[in-house]
């Protein structure tokens, strides 16, 4: 079982097989998550719909995937349901972790330009 980053927020990414959305993420997000500002703050943490865990404390039940959740010692503190694409992803995520968790967006170029 993976630990919580040393600052307790993760970015949730809700799944399920045979998700569409879910396979775009993968393929335009996923390689380069890890390595951005966003990805440091909050790393990655994945659950399947079917199976979320009990440690996992949701505002409310998680209908679509993918929802990213932004967690904070294990409470959901912001969600965006749904995958808007990668020009809209960054921008999204970054006002939310803003908004909701302290993120000071970098003053470099979005990951996506």
């Given at each position: 079982?993976r630990t ?8 949730v ?26 990805g440091?703050?909050a ?17 409310r ?20 349901e749904?995958?808007?694409g ?5 921008p ?12 000071t ?9």
């Amino acid at each position: 079982a993976r630990t919580a980053p040393s600052s307790g927020v993760e970015l949730v990414m809700v799944e399920q097989q045979g998700c569409e959305w879910c396979r775009r993420w993968n393929e335009e997000i996923a390689p380069i998550y890890s390595k951005t500002t966003e990805g440091a703050f909050a790393p990655l943490r994945r659950v399947d719909l079917r199976a979320i865990p009990d440690d996992l404390k949701t505002a409310r039940r998680v209908n679509f995937t993918p929802t990213f959740l932004i967690v904070k010692d294990s409470h959901e503190m912001a969600r965006l349901e749904g995958y808007p694409g990668e020009d809209f992803f960054w921008p999204l995520l970054a006002q939310l972790l803003s908004k909701h968790v302290g993120f000071t967006p970098d003053t470099a170029e979005s990951p996506g330009s």
